[in-house]
């Protein structure tokens, strides 16, 4: 007699390029019986640190389940996401997911825990100032290979953290994170 279950867990890595891409998209999806959105600014720029550190930050546990064609909130997100046979449902890992999909998102709020830019001096993560700061990088301009460009095309007098800044890019988009 067939087993009902079709096949054990298995084991990837997504980096968080597209993990980011999977959430902006609709792909990932926060189940009802998930508790709500609890981190602070504090724990989301400990993340990002860890990240850019090369740090682990734990694995992801996702179920890979239908889900129809809905309108979602993640953080200060609100994605259309499709219908779709095959979205990863978040078991464990909603509070990273969540975070690094606001922080690293071009609609990030000013003024929100979301809101975290990088100090090129410093070389620490700070709160998106109300003006801008050339040698502070807001997370959306760090994440985006063209947008760090136009930044540093913007301001040409900083051009000795250039290489700083796009070995962050890197280390950030590339970052792997295990997942079940």
């Not at 067939?2 to 054990?8: E, I, L, V």
């Not at 999909?101 to 990030?108: D, F, I, K, M, W």
């Amino acid at each position: 007699m067939p087993s009902k279950f079709n096949s054990g867990p298995t084991a990837d890595t997504y980096d968080v390029e597209k993990l980011v891409d999977m959430a902006w998209n609709g792909m990932l999806r926060i189940p009802h019986f998930q508790r709500g959105f609890r981190w602070n600014w504090d724990d989301i720029r400990k993340l990002l640190d860890s990240i850019v550190k090369g740090y682990p930050i734990g694995s992801l546990l996702l179920w890979t389940r239908p889900a129809p064609k809905q309108t979602l909130k993640l953080g200060d997100l609100t994605i259309e996401a499709p219908a779709t046979d095959n979205a990863l449902w978040v078991v464990d890992g909603q509070q990273r997911l969540t975070s690094l999909a606001n922080a690293l998102s071009p609609l990030a709020r000013p003024g929100s825990k979301f809101a975290i830019s990088y100090d090129l001096e410093a070389r620490d993560f700070v709160h998106t100032p109300h003006t801008e700061n050339p040698t502070i990088i807001p997370l959306p301009v760090i994440f985006d290979l063209q947008e760090i460009l136009r930044w540093f095309n913007k301001y040409p007098f900083i051009a000795r953290y250039l290489d700083d800044a796009t070995s962050l890019t890197r280390r950030i988009r590339q970052f792997e994170v295990p997942a079940y």
